[in-house]
């Protein structure tokens, strides 16, 4: 392969069903050789009429990018978001907003980069200091403004009560948890506080909590919200530790026990878990999302609903990101590539797949786009909307995505990509032809590497500074 390959080879070389090896991927899944023939390159369908879709936005917590079938994972059963798939719009170089579960959800609620406001400077946000601030304009108060109901169920991970809270940024509705984690059963928290809301109050319900949030989800998406659109954030907390699974209630009861003791840390589950309990969570996620797309078929919504399923970041330690490098927390492709679906059946076609780079500020703009809702001048947006791209076929122009955590920084551009680790040294990788990020061409490419680096810093001279640690 050419050291610069065009757009069109960059495209032929990752694998339609996951990123990698072609045919060999589909086998190792257990999928037939012909489902690749099956998924084509995006086009748009222009020209459809369709009312403004309800907004059904399902995020994975810490799901990594190969962990479903259809992005390649060979132990990982997902036929419900396999199906998700067909239906709709695979991506295959979708981002997150940033590396950690906090951060990114800033960057989707604002549809800015996290280091605009200063709750997003936490990664992830682990006390009461510091939150989204009710005033700050988000993607739920827009579409609020221009006719939509709201609601989110599930993890909210912005800032605790009593100054923070869903119901004071737009959402009409909340049940879920505060906080960035909590044991499945107990609902305990990571300082061994009670964590299950409903509103601002506490809702006692002591099943396993994926099922809780399915349970209310497929309510809500076959409720009669009368005339009006809606839009549902629902934010599982799977596959995030503890590494419990539904019926597991003896190690539930042991981590409880040790929270209980004041042991700090036990919430980290860092003596338990497994690749097949993993795989047992993950594919709990991929059934309950499947039984919240039949409460949605059944409702008679499903053609008139846009459907949008991602993982938050990139997945933690028993995930399956190859052939990515780096993980949760990392700006390393693993950290923050992310398994990304879209389905609008009234105006997008199926069975389609689309490599262009995206990230998560830009679904903000974009489902702000497709809901008729403005964007404050005041807080401009740092996304691009897709909506011209994925329902008129317009071509999405080559731009750059930015990244920022503590001790690192990343930039894309096209195929290529700007990095520096905690290491401290800038590389420059062409993700084309080396998505694990393992040949550096910065000795080779002397000017790209300075103008990538240039822009990465005029971009960081807007934000805000992190405290000192």
Not at 359 to 370: E, G, K, Q
Request: glycine fraction near 12%.
């Amino acid at each position: 392969m050419s050291a610069t390959p065009s757009h069109h080879q960059s495209a032929l070389s990752r694998r339609a069903f996951g990123g990698a090896v072609g045919a060999g991927a589909a086998a190792a899944v257990g999928l037939p050789a012909a489902a690749e023939a099956r998924e084509r390159p995006f086009r748009a369908a222009p020209g459809r009429g369709a009312k403004r879709p309800n907004i059904l936005f399902i995020l994975g917590d810490d799901l990594g990018w190969a962990d479903l079938s259809s992005y390649g994972s060979p132990h990982i059963k997902t036929p419900n978001l396999d199906r998700l798939a067909r239906q709709g719009v695979r991506f295959t170089d979708a981002y997150s907003g940033s590396a950690t579960c906090s951060p990114t959800r800033f960057s989707l609620y604002t549809g800015r980069y996290p280091g605009r406001t200063k709750g997003g400077l936490a990664e992830p946000i682990a006390d009461k200091s510091v939150g989204l601030e009710p005033t700050h304009p988000t993607l739920a108060s827009l579409l609020r403004d221009a006719g939509y109901a709201t609601a989110l169920i599930g993890k909210w991970h912005c800032g605790y009560l009593p100054d923070y809270s869903p119901t004071r940024s737009g959402w009409d509705e909340f049940f879920g948890n505060f906080g960035g984690a909590l044991e499945y059963y107990s609902k305990l928290g990571l300082g061994g506080e009670y964590d299950l809301y409903e509103g601002d109050a506490e809702y006692k319900d002591l099943r396993y909590y994926t099922h809780i949030l399915t349970e209310r989800a497929s309510e809500y998406v076959g409720r009669d919200h009368g005339d009006k659109p809606w839009l549902l954030n629902l934010n599982f907390t799977t596959p995030h530790w503890p590494w419990i699974a539904d019926g597991d209630k003896e190690e539930s009861a042991e981590i409880v026990r040790r929270i209980k003791a004041g042991e700090k840390g036990a919430l980290w589950h860092q003596d338990g878990g497994s690749v097949e309990k993993y795989t047992e969570m993950v594919q709990d996620l991929d059934r309950s999302v499947g039984e919240v797309l039949k409460a949605l078929k059944k409702s008679g919504q499903e053609r008139d609903t846009l459907v949008f399923f991602a993982s938050d970041n990139g997945g933690e330690r028993f995930s399956y990101n190859w052939p990515l490098s780096g993980n949760k927390a990392s700006l390393q492709e693993g950290g923050i590539r992310v398994p990304t679906i879209v389905r609008w059946p009234a105006r997008l076609d199926g069975g389609q797949v689309s490599h262009e780079p995206v990230f998560t500020p830009d679904w903000t703009a974009t489902l702000l786009d497709i809901g008729g809702a403005r964007p404050n001048p005041a807080y401009e947006l740092d996304g691009t909307s897709l909506a011209p791209y994925l329902l008129k076929g317009e071509e999405l122009a080559e731009r750059e995505l930015f990244w920022r955590v503590r001790g690192e920084r990343a930039l894309r551009r096209g195929e290529w990509k700007y990095y520096r680790g905690k290491g401290g040294k800038d590389q420059l990788f062409n993700l084309a032809a080396d998505q694990r990020e393992q040949a550096d061409r910065a000795p080779d490419e002397p000017k790209l590497l300075a103008e990538l680096k240039a822009a990465w810093e005029k971009t960081d001279g807007g934000l805000l500074p992190y405290p000192a640690a």
